[in-house]
């Protein structure tokens, strides 16, 4: 799971940078009894068009879903990126 979420992080970060000329990234992370929750957003520009998920958001969507995830990008009225994953018996994030 902390494995899955510093990918999560490191993409939203190489994104916020790279195309939205971002110097700050936030993170919240909040939990249930069954899911971790992780919502990433920054402080750079707004998206003008629907997001593509090319190759880094590809891949971390693949990864998220390979441990029974869920990912969503939405960029209205900003960037956010949302990663839930399943505890696992004994998961620590």
């Not at 494995?3 to 249930?32: C, D, I, K, P």
């Not at 003008?48 to 995830?69: A, D, F, P």
């Amino acid at each position: 799971v902390a494995s899955v979420m510093t990918s999560a992080a490191t993409e939203a970060l190489t994104n916020a940078v790279r195309h939205a000329q971002a110097t700050t990234l936030f993170v919240e992370f909040t939990e249930s009894d069954e899911f971790y929750f992780a919502r990433y957003t920054n402080d750079g520009n707004v998206p003008e068009k629907e997001i593509n998920e090319g190759g880094g958001l590809g891949s971390l969507r693949k990864r998220v879903e390979s441990v029974s995830g869920s990912m969503t990008v939405t960029h209205i009225p900003e960037f956010i990126l949302t990663v839930t994953l399943p505890k696992e018996r004994g998961d620590i994030l």
